[in-house]
């Protein structure tokens, strides 16, 4: 998941270059095809946190006695990260709903649809870095 969380932003920007290309259908499905695998990664990684004892476990002590801002840091990932889907979750279904009839093309989103997806993307860079700096801290450091 800590892949996918890295490699992620940098895929909603290439699927924003492809709206400037005028490749409005290519955006929408790469769009679709990264959210999904995103809940799916995200559902893989909520299963092994309970079958290894709940969040309560999810870091090493040693880890959170040597950094004590590990936990606050743990939350903050955590708020940003659900945020972050929330939003992306009503960017899609809503930009899905508006183009299933008219067809993907500029006009038949709602008008908030850019500011709305830079406002994700931000979440999503967000998400990763503090996965990465949660990574370390807990298991490298
Ligand atoms: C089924 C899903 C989607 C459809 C059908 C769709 C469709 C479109 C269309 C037609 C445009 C052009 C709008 C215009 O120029 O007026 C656009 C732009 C854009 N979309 Fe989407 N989109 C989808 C999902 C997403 C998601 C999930 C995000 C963000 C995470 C996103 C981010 C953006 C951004 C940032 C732009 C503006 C790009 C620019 O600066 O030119 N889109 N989208």
Not at 12 to 34: D, E
Not at 37 to 54: K, N, Y
Request: contains cysteine; charged residues 10%; aromatic residues 12%.
């Amino acid at each position: 998941m800590l892949a996918l969380s890295v490699v992620v932003p940098f895929v909603a920007l290439y699927a924003v270059s492809r709206v400037r290309m005028g490749q409005y259908a290519t955006h929408a499905r790469i769009q679709k095809r990264l959210f999904w695998a995103c809940i799916a990664g995200a559902i893989i990684l909520e299963v092994q946190i309970r079958l290894a004892g709940g969040s309560g476990n999810f870091l090493p002590q040693d880890a959170v006695a040597r950094a004590p801002f590990l936990k606050p840091l743990l939350l903050a990932h955590v708020v940003g990260a659900v945020l972050t889907y929330l939003a992306w979750a009503l960017q899609l279904f809503k930009a899905a709903r508006s183009t299933r009839v008219a067809g993907v093309s500029p006009g038949h989103v709602p008008a908030w649809h850019r500011p709305l997806g830079y406002f994700t993307i931000a979440g999503l860079f967000y998400t990763a870095i503090t996965a990465v700096l949660l990574f370390v801290y807990a298991y490298v450091q």
